[in-house]
């Protein structure tokens, strides 16, 4: 999986999680302190999940998954777990089990965004191609606003060398949310892979001039730069 589709994915699956900015020192004292309340709580389904979105920020995908399969063994259709469940079961490489809680998810709330993309990307990362690309392509016709879901696009078609509708795609999401430094970074390794290297450093002036690093960019500056040379 490309690192834009490896964004995508994280970004989508990190949502509902709070203070993503915390030290891991900070996330281990809310772990610790939420462990010691479940001895006394131990039914608390807030406290669990809250628990488990700090083992997943410290990428603890075992504990994250026992504390999920505990709230989902006493309350089947918690949506949240589910979907979570799906996002840490991907990183343990269980596929198969994460494609059950995303399917899940859609048998509750039929339709749902987050659970959709989420299995198209697994799909993909599963080698699913044609499903993968018919999901992702229905959800563009259904949210043609969404800058995350041309991103998404954007990743497969650039994973499997469909260069010209890649940077389509990464332009669109550009267009959507002029923010996203990700999207734009992809955009340019598209550009520069498709030989059109004036373009990618422009993209990269543009980039710097907006306060992003010169050290994020310099890799970038000498393949556009070495292969406009050539």
């Known amino acids: 999986m490309t690192g834009c589709l490896i964004i995508v994915f994280v970004m989508l699956c990190s949502v509902p999680m709070s203070s993503m900015a915390q030290s891991k020192q900070q ?43 505990k709230v989902i063994m006493r309350y089947p259709e918690n949506i949240t777990a589910r979907y979570f469940r799906a996002f840490v079961n991907e990183k343990l490489k269980r596929y198969d089990f994460a494609r059950l809680d995303y399917q899940s998810v859609l048998t509750v709330v039929p339709g749902n965004f987050e659970a959709r993309l989420g299995l198209a990307l697994l799909n993909y990362k599963d080698k699913h191609f044609t499903e993968a690309m018919d999901q992702i392509n229905q ?57 059109r290297r004036d373009e990618a450093v422009g993209e990269l002036d543009a980039l710097q001039k907006n306060g992003v690093p010169q050290g994020m960019l310099l890799d970038l500056y000498r393949q556009a730069r070495a292969r406009r040379e050539k």
């Not at 479940?38 to 039914?43: A, K, M, W």
């Not at 807030?46 to 997943?56: E, F, I, P, S």
């Not at 969404?146 to 990743?155: F, K, L």
């Not at 949310?177 to 999207?183: F, Q, V």
């Open 139 to 195: 959800l563009v016709n259904q949210y043609p606003d969404s800058a995350i879901v041309y991103a998404a696009r954007g990743g497969f078609e650039q994973e499997s060398g469909k260069l010209e509708l890649a940077e389509y795609d990464f332009k669109e999401a550009i267009r959507l949310d002029g923010s996203n430094t990700d999207y734009r970074l992809n955009h340019i390794k598209v550009l520069i892979a498709l030989k």
């Open 27 to 69: 996330l281990r004292d809310s772990l610790k302190a939420a462990s010691e309340l479940l001895d006394y709580y131990p039914d608390s389904v807030d406290l669990r999940l809250r628990k488990a979105a700090w083992n997943v920020q410290l990428e603890q995908w075992e504990y994250a998954k026992s504390e999920y399969d």
